[in-house]
Structures are given as structure tokens and as C-alpha cells.
């Protein structure tokens, strides 16, 4: 299972986009790249999911680059509510994997 | 559609006894997944279950178990607590083992 490395925290301003950055340098070719965000006290929310390129949904972008090491989360105008921890996670899309969560970064959004 | 469910919310335990926690998944998944969450440990992989069948299991002891019955609801049980037990524990549910994981909003255990 590839292991992911993200930033601890990052701080921003209400308004501003926010690029959060996952290095998986293990990444295999079955492996999808997935985002989930979590407040206190709740269960993670997906975000987004993506193998390669570009693809984005109502909430958030995510850019992969051709070799696939590493992965941007780019949220758009980050209101003080995206404050909370974002997780990356590499899994295996051929079914039963084990989802390992890393650290996470917690996203402070300031006004 | 509800989401995922699980009950109770917050329990409270003693050392040495055991403890039953219950995860109803969205109607239509298969895959049950069970986490333990801890400010020191973050969110850990405790097992999987797929059509009643645990698939994959992470790296705790035997005290932890589980288990899923035929319309995909899950149980994980937990003997002779320990301290060091006291944590969330999340359920999360998938159509299928690689598609993206629903999580419940959890059970918190606490330890005495």
C-alpha cells in the first residue's frame, strides 16, 4: 500500500483558494488517489476521487500529475466551514483494500 | 437515502469488560469497514467485511473482532478493555470494497 505524506496544517483567509499538496511516491497502477475531509467528533466525508489528469466536482478540484507521485486538493474560496482535517488516501481499486489514513492536514481557515 | 448508522453513540465502559458496537450501512453496500480513531494514532484500519466474509484486517489484537450478517449490518466487539481502548470508532460503508468510503459519525468509547 502506497504511503502518503501531506502538511501538517496550513492556515488561510476566508475567500482565498487553498492547494492542499499529497506525496505518494509508491503509488501503484491500480491505485485511485482519494480526498476526505473531517470535522470534530464526525466521520470523514469524501471529497473527491481521481486516477489521473484533472477532475473536479462542486466542492473541490484535484490535479494529478502524468506521473501520478503526487496529488493537489484545490479548494475554491475557503469559507471559515472548510476548517477541519483533510485526508489523502492511495488504494487499490480492484476491491478489498485496506484504507490507511495518514495524518491528515488540518486546514485553518481564518476571517 | 440515510446514511450510515451507528449506535450507541457514546458508551462508557470499565476496564476488563467487553463491549458491542453496532454499524447499519447504506442500503446497497456491501463493504463494511471498521476504524478506531485517537488523538495519538489517528484514524486505524481495524478490519473489513464484504458479503458477510472479513477481507482484509489491520494490525490489532484478537480482542478485536467482528462480524456481518446477511443484509450487510456489522458488529465489532471488543473484549477485556484495556485503557488504552478508549477511542472513536468508525464505521464506514462502501457499494464495494474500492469505491468511496461513507462514514458513520461514529461511537465514543470510553475506558475506566
Known amino acids: 500500500l502506497a504511503k502518503t505524506t501531506q502538511p501538517i496544517s496550513m492556515d488561510s483567509y476566508e475567500g482565498q483558494e487553498v492547494n492542499i499538496t499529497c506525496s505518494h511516491n509508491n503509488i501503484a497502477t491500480n491505485d485511485y488517489i482519494t480526498w476526505y475531509q473531517q470535522f470534530p467528533s464526525q466521520g470523514p466525508r469524501f471529497i473527491i476521487q481521481g486516477y489521473k489528469t484533472k477532475v473536479t466536482n462542486e466542492v473541490a478540484s484535484l490535479f494529478i500529475p502524468a506521473d501520478r507521485k503526487s496529488s493537489t486538493l484545490s479548494l475554491p474560496r475557503v469559507s471559515l466551514s472548510d476548517t477541519a482535517v483533510y485526508y489523502c488516501l492511495v488504494g487499490d481499486i480492484s476491491g478489498g483494500f485496506k484504507t490507511i489514513f495518514g495524518a491528515g492536514t488540518r486546514l485553518f481557515v481564518k476571517a | 437515502k440515510a446514511g450510515v448508522t451507528q449506535t450507541p453513540r457514546y458508551l462508557i465502559k470499565t476496564r476488563g469488560q467487553q463491549v458491542t458496537l453496532s454499524c447499519s450501512p447504506i442500503s446497497g453496500h456491501r463493504s463494511v469497514s471498521w476504524y478506531q480513531q485517537t488523538p495519538g494514532q489517528g484514524l486505524q484500519f481495524l478490519f473489513e467485511?464484504?458479503?458477510?466474509?472479513?477481507?482484509n484486517k489491520g494490525n490489532f489484537p484478537g480482542r478485536f473482532s467482528g462480524r456481518q450478517f446477511s443484509n450487510s449490518r456489522s458488529e465489532m466487539n471488543v473484549s477485556t478493555l484495556e485503557l488504552g481502548d478508549s477511542a472513536l470508532y468508525l464505521c464506514?460503508?462502501?457499494?464495494?470494497?474500492?469505491?468511496?468510503?461513507?462514514f458513520g459519525n461514529g461511537t465514543r468509547l470510553t475506558v475506566t
Open positions: 464506514a460503508s462502501s457499494f464495494r470494497g474500492d469505491s468511496p468510503l461513507h
Open positions: 467485511y464484504f458479503s458477510e466474509t472479513q477481507r
